[in-house]
C-alpha cells in the first residue's frame, strides 16, 4: 500500500516555487484593470448590485496586508495564499486517499479499486 | 471572472450553493481513482498553488479591461477532471474567504462557473481533440490549449445564463451574453496560451506529470520509468 517514492518531492517542490515565484514577484507587475466580468457588470448596469462579501474585513483583502505598502503586500499575501491553497488541496486528497484505500482494503480490492485480476496494468 | 455577491439573487446563489456541494462531494469521491505514485496529494496541492498563482496574474486585454487564466482545464489535464474539481474548490475557498475575491454567497456560482463547466467543456473538447492529435507531447499539449480556449467563453456564458435565471439588478440577458462572450473569448485566447505553455514544460521535464486524457498518455510514469 506504501505509494513508491521514486520521484518524491521534486515535482511538487518546483511547481510550489514557480507558485510563488508568480504570485509573490510576477502579480506585482499584474494589470489593475477591471476584469471581463467587473466590465461587463459596469457597462450593463449591474455593477451596482454587488454587495462587500463578509470577508471584505479580513486582513488580506483584495490580496493587501492592510497598512503595508506595493510590492510587499501583494508578495505576503501572494505567498499566504499559496501556502493555504497548497494545504488545503493536499489536505483534501490525502484524507480522500486514505478514506479510499481503507474502503478498497475491507474489499479486499488493489489500491486503485480494481480487482486484481481485472485489466492489469491499466490505472485511472 | 469571480462573481461578487449581489451580482445573482438569493434564491440563485442558494441554489447554486446546493448544487456546488453536491459538485464537489461527487469530485472527492471519485478524485483518488486519478492519484499515482508519482501525482499524488503533494503533487495536488502543487499543481492547485500553480493555478491560485496563475489567477493573481491578471494580464491586459483590449480596452482597459484585464483577464486571467482559470486554470481549471490545465489542472484537469495534470491531474485529472475529478482532482482538478478538488484543486478549484481549494483556490476558490481560499480566495472567498481570505481576499474576499469572490462572494461568499456566490461561492457555489463561482465554482459551477470556474469549476464545473469551465472543466466539463474544456475536458470535453480535450478529449475529443485527443483523439485526432498525436497522442504524446505537443498533441496533448495543443489539446489542452484548445480545452482551456473554449473553457473561458463557455463559463461566461454560464454566468449569463445564471444571470439572465436570477439577476440581482436588471439587465439585458441578451446584450449581457454577447458582451460576455466577446471579452471572455479574447481572455480564452490567454487561458490557452498559458495552458499550452505550462503543459509543453512539465511534459519536457518529466511527461508523467501530465496526466493527460485517462492517464494512458504518459508513458514515462514516473513509478515506473526513471525520467
Known amino acids: 500500500m506504501t505509494p513508491p517514492r521514486t520521484d518524491g518531492h521534486l515535482a511538487p517542490l518546483v511547481l510550489l516555487g514557480v507558485a510563488l515565484a508568480v504570485a509573490c514577484v510576477a502579480s506585482t507587475w499584474a494589470s489593475g484593470a477591471p476584469d471581463g466580468l467587473e466590465h461587463v457588470a459596469a457597462t450593463m448596469g449591474f455593477a451596482g448590485s454587488a454587495r462587500d462579501s463578509i470577508a471584505a474585513s479580513s486582513p488580506l483583502a483584495d490580496y493587501a496586508v492592510g497598512s503595508v505598502p506595493g510590492w510587499v503586500s501583494t ?18 486528497s490525502r484524507l480522500a486517499s486514505r478514506a479510499r484505500s481503507d474502503r478498497a482494503a475491507s474489499l ?10 481485472d485489466r492489469p496494468g491499466v490505472d485511472g | 471572472m469571480h ?3 449581489g451580482y445573482l439573487n438569493h434564491a440563485t446563489e442558494i441554489g447554486t450553493a446546493l448544487l456546488a456541494v453536491g459538485a464537489l462531494s461527487l469530485s472527492i469521491a471519485h478524485a483518488p481513482r486519478e492519484f499515482t505514485a508519482a501525482r499524488g496529494p503533494a503533487y495536488i ?25 482559470m486554470g481549471g482545464v490545465l489542472a484537469a489535464v495534470l491531474v485529472g477532471p475529478w482532482t482538478a ?10 480566495q472567498a474567504l481570505v ?31 485527443g483523439r485526432l492529435l498525436p497522442a504524446r507531447g505537443r498533441g496533448v499539449a495543443l489539446a489542452a490549449g484548445a480545452g482551456a480556449f473554449v473553457s473561458v467563453p463557455t463559463a461566461s456564458l454560464a454566468f449569463s445564463l445564471l444571470h439572465a435565471v436570477g439577476p440581482g439588478a436588471p439587465a439585458d440577458p441578451w446584450q449581457t451574453a454577447q458582451a460576455m462572450l466577446g471579452w471572455h473569448l479574447l481572455i480564452g485566447v490567454g487561458e490557452a496560451a498559458i495552458t499550452t505553455l505550462a ?18 498518455m504518459s508513458p514515462g510514469r514516473l513509478s515506473r520509468v526513471p525520467a
Open chain 1, 75 to 92: 508578495a505576503v499575501a501572494g505567498a499566504v495564499g499559496c501556502g493555504l491553497v497548497f494545504g488545503a488541496a493536499y489536505s483534501v
Open chain 1, 108 to 117: 479486499h480490492l488493489r489500491e486503485d479499486g480494481v480487482a486484481p485480476t
Open chain 2, 3 to 5: 462573481t461578487p455577491d
Open chain 2, 45 to 69: 496541492g502543487g499543481v492547485a498553488a500553480a493555478v491560485f498563482a496563475g489567477q493573481m496574474m491578471n494580464f491586459p486585454v483590449a480596452g482597459g479591461t484585464s483577464g486571467h487564466l
Open chain 2, 85 to 94: 474539481m478538488v484543486c478549484m474548490a481549494a483556490i476558490l475557498t481560499v
Open chain 2, 99 to 129: 481576499f474576499a475575491d469572490g462572494g461568499i454567497a456566490a461561492a457555489g456560482a463561482n465554482y459551477l462557473l470556474m469549476g464545473a463547466v469551465a472543466i466539463a467543456s474544456g475536458w470535453l473538447v480535450f478529449r475529443c481533440l
Open chain 2, 199 to 216: 503543459v509543453i514544460s512539465l511534459h519536457a521535464w518529466r511527461s508523467g506529470l501530465v496526466r493527460g486524457p485517462a492517464g494512458e
